[in-house]
Every structure is written in C-alpha cells, then in structure tokens.
C-alpha cells in the first residue's frame, strides 16, 4: 500500500497474555520507528531499525518489550506477560533514510484486561 | 532532562481566524523541531518542521517559529477551517534518529 499499514488496529488482551503486533512500512524505506502513545498523551520512542539492524532500543520500558525486522522490512513488537500499564496505542513509522520525514501508521491499539 | 511541552491543552477558535499554538522545549541539543497533527483515531500527520539553524519557516496556511533564546517553538495556522480540528503536538529530536520527544499536545477545536 501507499502507507504504513499496522495490524490488528485493535487487540484486547488478558492480564499475562503475549501479544505480537505487525508494522509494514513504505516500500522502500529504510529505517522504521515504534512509539507508545497512552491515552491523552504525545508518543513515547521505543526503538528505531535501519534495514533489519535494530539501531536503537532505549525506549522499550522492560524486558517483556521486543521488537524484531528479520528481513529490512515488516516489523513486529512483541510484547509478553501484558500488564494493564502497557494499554497504549502502539505506532509504527518510517522513513526513506531516518533523517527526514517520519510517516507514521494508524496505530495498534492494546487493552490490557 | 529533556522535555518537550505545550503551554494550553486546549484551544478554541472561530473559523477563519488565526490560531496560535505554543510549545516550550528544555533540551538546548534539539536540532530539529516538527508540528504534527493527529486526529481521533489516526496516526500523527507531519504538518511543517524547521531545523534550529532557522528562526521562521512558512508552508500552506501554517507558520513554524523558532525562539532558541527562551526554547520556544510556536504554529501559525491562518485562515483556520472546519478540517483544522484536532489534537496539535511539537516534537524535537532526542539522542539518535527518530527519536523525537513529544509534548502532550493541544486540542484545537474550530467553531463554525
């Protein structure tokens, strides 16, 4: 498609669950962002890839966070053990080099039951 | 640490008249600041950026000004419309590439 497609764009989620969302960028851009937005709030970083390098991580709150890109393209966050704190609209961007304009998704939102 | 924040959660507008949102930023290493707009149920959309070697830039309807004396940053949206409404966040880069901090954002909310 034209833009960042993510998926599901809603999950619920017990207590304890894994959940694993999906991020496809725009064909051709290199570099891939994922934010965490709570409700009322701006978006927070997670982590940056440049092609299937994970570049940096600083923003994942724990260890039950992972973000992969095996191939340069799609993208996945995993997230394990959910905790109702990790309710939040997760958002996926990218961008053609990472220094210029970051296009973002529509954003996967999470309820933690 | 680093901030990025908006002075007013809310504004309220008549249409066609000129809005003014407002954004103060604490990290002085902030090169390049953005205006997103976000509307209910979708992701931010880019609106207008300007790099810290900029004091003033202009786009369609929409102004970005850069204070890097007091650390403020300002959008100047002319002319508001109807399709203005929505929630407004400033955005400067943090410590590596699209890392960007966000503000809360303003809401802004145009009256017919």
């Known amino acids: 498609g034209a833009g960042v497609s993510q998926s599901p764009r809603y999950k619920v989620a017990k207590r304890g669950q894994d959940v694993a969302l999906r991020c496809d960028p725009i064909?051709?851009?290199?570099?891939l962002f994922w934010y965490q937005q709570a409700l009322g709030q701006g978006p927070e970083f997670l982590t940056y890839?440049?092609?299937?390098?994970?570049?940096?991580k600083s923003g994942l709150p724990s260890d039950r966070f992972f973000a992969e890109r095996p191939e340069g393209s799609v993208s996945t966050l995993k997230i394990q053990r959910t905790q109702q704190e990790d309710s939040a609209v997760y958002l996926c961007?990218?961008?053609?080099?990472?220094?210029?304009?970051?296009?973002f998704g529509e954003g996967s939102r999470l309820t933690v039951l | 640490g680093e901030s990025v924040g908006l002075h007013l959660p809310t504004l309220s507008v008549q249409e066609g008249d000129n809005s003014i949102i407002n954004c103060a930023y604490s990290?002085?290493?902030?090169?390049?600041f953005i205006w997103y707009k976000q509307e209910s149920g979708k992701g931010p959309q880019f609106i207008i950026d300007?790099?810290?070697?900029?004091d003033k830039r202009q786009g369609q309807r929409v102004t970005v000004l850069l204070n890097k004396t007091v650390k403020h940053l300002s959008l100047q949206i002319a002319a508001t419309q109807p399709g203005d409404s929505a929630v407004y966040f400033c955005?400067?880069?943090?410590?590596?590439?699209?890392?960007?901090?966000f503000g809360k954002g303003t809401k802004l909310s145009v009256k017919p």
């Open positions: 961007a990218s961008s053609f080099n990472g220094a210029g304009e970051l296009f």
């Open positions: 890839f440049q092609n299937e390098a994970q570049l940096d």
């Open positions: 064909s051709g851009h290199v570099s």
């Open positions: 955005a400067g880069s943090g410590g590596s590439q699209g890392n960007l901090i």
């Open positions: 300007i790099r810290s070697n900029m």
């Open positions: 990290n002085s290493a902030s090169d390049y």
